[in-house]
T-cell receptor
Framework: DAKTTQPPSMDCAEGRAANLPCNHS???????VYWYRQIHSQGPQYIIH???NNETNEMASLIITEDRKSSTLILPHATLRDTAVYYC???????????????FGQGTTLQVKP | NAGVTQTPKFQVLKTGQSMTLQCAQD?????MSWYRQDPGMGLRLIHY???????DQGEVPNGYNVSRSTTEDFPLRLLSAAPSQTSVYFC???????????FGSGTRLTVV
């Protein structure tokens, strides 16, 4: 699985957009970018995933660069409840026996401040 | 749907004891996984399964066994508990290869 690099921590003002970067320069053609978050000691929560097109759902937007070597998760209007550790994960989703494998890195601790 | 149910929520074991952490999902998900999370650390994959009868090792499989006899259940067995296995254990499930995983609320295990 391709490795990802994320900043260890970021701050964001409440109500502003939070932009969380992720580098995955060794990503392969059959690997998708997934984002999860973990609030305090709860189980991780799936946010969004994508291959090469930008994706949006009710929680966030995912912007993937054209060369697929990096991506940005955007929380459009961050609230205090978005304070969490955010994980960017590259995962094989086809053509491999490892499709069930989801490996977490260290993530980015996002602190949303009033 | 109850989602992913883990039992027990808390457990204290003595060194050398064995036990089984239970994980059940009622969403007919094919994929299931077990993770451990040590205090202040990230999640590490123990074992995973892509369907009934199919399991594979993750990053830290030593000291743990799994089996997947049904789609719904994916128990994790600690063979001989050690203090190094003190951790929070999370189970997760997913419909398949192009979907996200849903996580349970965790089992907090202390080995003394």
């Amino acid at each position: 699985d391709a490795k990802t690099t994320q900043p260890p921590s970021m701050d964001c003002a409440e109500g502003r957009a939070a932009n969380l970067p992720c580098n995955h320069s060794t990503i392969s053609g059959n690997e998708y970018v997934y984002w999860y978050r973990q609030i305090h000691s709860q189980g991780p929560q799936y946010i969004i995933h994508g291959l090469k097109n930008n994706e949006t759902n009710e929680m966030a937007s995912l912007i993937i660069t054209e060369d697929r070597k990096s991506s940005t998760l955007i929380l459009p209007h961050a609230t205090l409840r978005d304070t969490a550790v955010y994980y960017c994960i590259v995962r094989v989703v086809r053509g491999s026996s490892n499709t069930g494998k989801l490996i977490f890195g260290q993530g980015t601790t996002l602190q949303v401040k009033p | 749907n109850a989602g992913v149910t883990q039992t027990p929520k808390f457990q204290v074991l003595k060194t050398g004891q064995s036990m089984t952490l239970q994980c059940a999902q009622d969403m007919n998900h094919e994929y299931m996984s077990w993770y451990r999370q040590d205090p202040g650390m990230g999640l590490r994959l123990i074992h995973y399964s892509v369907g009934a009868g199919i399991t594979d090792q993750g990053e830290v499989p030593n000291g743990y066994n799994v089996s997947r006899s049904t789609t719904e259940d994916f128990p994790l067995r600690l063979l001989s508990a050690a203090p190094s296995q003190t951790s929070v254990y999370f189970c997760a499930s997913s419909p398949g290869h192009n979907y996200g995983y849903t996580f349970g609320s965790g089992t907090r295990l202390t080995v003394v």
